[in-house]
């Protein structure tokens, strides 16, 4: 096995490839999404909440924090977009005479 890395060998334990339950159980998912490695991604946190009153000098250091304090709620949760895969593309308007609703709109005649 020394010098050998013939692609049916298995050179890296399955630990090694996945460390740690959490990244392990992350990295499956990920490749079931068939994402790669080479994707843009942008990783956010949610269920956060950030400190926006000025409490001084003095405060009470249990209920109150200092302004721009940010505090991570029990059920914060993890977004992980892959820009890659979500192309935005804007919506662009009917040719003419293409557009040919079910229900027509009638004007008022009165």
Do not use: C
Request: no cysteine.
């Amino acid at each position: 096995m020394i010098g050998n890395l013939e692609p049916e060998e298995h050179v890296m334990e399955q630990s090694v490839m996945y460390p740690g339950d959490m990244l392990g159980r992350l990295s499956i998912a990920l490749e079931q999404l068939d994402w790669d490695r080479e994707d843009e991604i942008v990783v956010k946190i949610g269920g956060t909440q950030v400190s926006g009153i000025d409490v001084g000098e003095e405060y009470n250091k249990k209920w109150q924090s200092p302004i721009g304090t940010r505090k991570y709620n029990k059920d914060a949760f993890i977004v992980i977009e892959n820009l890659s895969r979500n192309p935005v593309k804007s919506s662009q308007p009917f040719g003419e005479g293409e557009f040919k609703p079910r229900h027509p709109h009638k004007k008022d005649e009165t």
